[in-house]
Nanobody
């Protein structure tokens, strides 16, 4: 069973930074693509970033390109999402999910971590 646990969310001022972590348990994430998506109240779920399991190539939504960086550290079974230059519109619950391939259906996801960008 795919289990993922997110952490690192919090309250940050506009322009600030946060680093989210996604730790896999009970499975090895080496062979999975891992992505982050977010859900804000009253808004549609949005895929934010994804990193391939085969070659580690990243992909980003246009709304975060140049500000967010996804990376993976397979020895720690962890994927990170570095978020810089945060904006109020980035406020959402952020989830990580495992995929066979980026863009495909998720095979598992975590419970989410809240990110609030506000002054």
């Amino acid at each position: 069973q795919v289990q993922l646990v997110e952490s690192g969310g919090g309250l940050v001022q506009p322009g600030g930074s946060l680093r989210l972590s996604c730790v896999a348990s009970r499975f090895t994430l080496d062979y999975y693509a891992i992505g982050w998506f977010r859900q804000a109240p009253g808004k549609e779920r949005e895929g934010v970033a994804c990193i391939s399991g085969s070659d580690g190539s990243p992909s980003y939504a246009d709304s975060v390109k140049g500000r967010f960086t996804i990376s993976r550290y397979n020895r720690k079974n962890t994927v990170y999402l570095q978020m810089n230059s945060l904006k109020p519109e980035d406020t959402a619950v952020y989830y990580c999910a495992a995929y066979a391939l980026c863009g495909g259906p998720p095979v598992g996801w975590g419970q989410g971590t809240q990110v609030t960008v506000s002054s």
